[in-house]
């Protein structure tokens, strides 16, 4: 709100105190562009269709452009967030484009008013354009909300194009898995179409989303906890072929895309290979959190990708939640296959990342990392950054990453800024593994057996260490 006030005000000053606009923004005569000969009317704002919004080569800007209006003084424009009603930009504008930040996956509104130019007699438009405009790619469908997302997808099943497919999901509604959902070859991507307001995706007792052609979800809520199955899982029956010039593997090229996302009451497996021989291209945990009420998981994993005899040849969690309040401990947090390395499925390298994630309560008792295949190859890159480890591992977390292989890795792995602690203390003997810098304090977490771990004054908030939506600002 003190934002959008701020704006409003700002526009209210400088058009009090009528700017004359210097300069246009191609660098000609401002005279010359407005064209002078046009004189006494009532200026209009520009049609929509005349608008254009492009974006930048790197998404991170956009241009709006309209034709340039004779006889114009300038033109007036606000950019506000639909879902908040708060303007995020506002300007005058004295030639026939402006440059501004551009958001993914949001729904704008653009005002544009032409103004008056009292030299010429020429008066401001009565009102402005307004107009909507979306960074959301566009979606393929809509599902109704309240849809059983099971029967939804039998009725309508995902195209296996080898592209992502958007599925928008109402935001604030709820849809269920009540057994089975099964996408396929088909590479599809689940999202709410607010980022500002989740769908909701409740499991039932056999819910589960299985795949073998890659799955993206955004801004969703996910409830598991009536579910004894993995989260997510390759498909039990693949729909696509193993590739015989690489092992067999199933070669899923797509990733594994989980980004901003909350899953409550996982009790199993967060993503299975279904005791196929899958290699994956890329997991991706992005901005996302995972409470577990493990059951049962003593010698599993939160990554099983171990009985098929497959891996993920590149593991990324950042800026994400994983904690644990279940009976059970898991073993690992990743495991692959004792075969499965890089160049068995036709890659050059490996690579595992953690950085700026809050680890809580996992694998207590476990090891945290099973990898053989990947781990004794100095080709395998590991990024370990800005974590939190919080009784986790058994209290041995960078040597069960790299598996007691430190002195291989001295040039693919990057260890630094990094929590250790294990029942009320640091842990020790680490050096040899993380030879950067390891914060040796305890994290002042506001209330973590109830999963608050915004961080109080301790060293770690200090250096922005752990999940960063932990940390007040």
Request: proline share 4%; with cysteine.
């Amino acid at each position: 709100m003190n934002k959008t006030i701020h704006l409003m005000a700002t526009m209210c000053i400088v058009a009090i105190c009528a700017i004359a606009f210097a300069s246009c923004q191609s660098g000609e005569d401002c005279d010359e562009m407005f064209n002078p000969g046009v004189t006494g009317q009532v200026m209009q704002s520009p049609a929509p269709a005349d608008i254009t919004i492009t974006p930048s080569e790197d998404g991170s800007k956009q241009t709006i452009s309209w034709p340039l209006i004779k006889g114009a003084g300038g033109f007036e424009l606000a950019i506000t967030d639909k879902a908040t009603g708060e303007i995020i930009d506002a300007a005058l504008v004295d030639g026939s484009s402006y440059v501004t930040a551009r958001e993914e996956d949001m729904n704008y509104q653009l005002s544009i008013r032409t103004l008056g130019n009292e030299k010429y007699g020429n008066t401001d438009a009565p009102e402005p354009t307004v107009m909507d405009f979306t960074t959301f790619t566009p979606a393929y469908a809509a599902i109704p909300a309240g849809a059983d997302l099971c029967q939804y997808f039998t009725e309508n099943p995902a195209p296996a194009t080898g592209e992502a497919v958007y599925y928008d999901l109402e935001g604030g509604a709820t849809y269920t898995v009540p057994t089975l959902l099964d996408f396929g070859a088909a590479y599809v991507v689940l999202r709410s179409n607010s980022k500002s307001n989740y769908a909701n995706i409740v499991y039932g007792e056999e819910g589960a989303i299985e795949f073998c052609g890659g799955i993206g979800t955004k801004y969703l809520n996910f409830d598991c906890s009536a579910s004894t199955k993995p989260v997510f899982a390759f498909s039990a029956t693949p729909a696509i072929e193993p590739d015989a010039d690489h092992n067999n593997h199933y070669q899923i090229t797509n990733p594994f895309n989980i980004q901003k996302c909350n899953f409550e009451g996982v009790r199993n497996i967060f993503l299975f290979d279904n005791k196929k021989k899958y290699c994956l291209k890329m997991a991706l945990v992005n901005e996302t959190k995972v409470h577990m009420t493990s059951e049962d998981m003593a010698n599993n994993s939160v990554f099983q990708i171990y009985d098929g005899g497959g891996f993920i040849n590149d593991l990324n969690v950042t800026n994400s939640t994983f904690w644990n309040t279940g009976a059970s401990d898991q073993k690992y947090f990743v495991r692959y296959n004792n075969s499965g390395r890089a160049d068995r499925a036709g890659y050059t390298s490996s690579k595992i990342t953690y950085t700026n994630n809050t680890f809580y309560n996992v694998c207590y008792t476990g090891q945290w990392g099973n990898y053989d295949g990947i781990v004794s190859k100095a080709e395998t890159e590991f990024i370990v950054m800005n974590n939190i480890f919080y009784d986790c591992g058994s209290g041995q977390i960078p040597r069960r990453i790299l598996k007691n292989n430190a002195s291989k890795f001295t040039t693919t792995c990057v260890f630094n800024n990094n929590t250790y602690w294990y029942n009320g203390a640091p842990e020790e003997n680490n050096s040899q593994y993380d030879s950067g810098y390891q914060l040796q304090g305890e994290p002042a977490f506001e209330d973590a057996a109830n999963g608050n771990f915004k961080l109080g004054e301790c060293e770690q908030k200090l250096l922005f260490c752990g999940d960063p939506r932990w940390i007040e600002e």
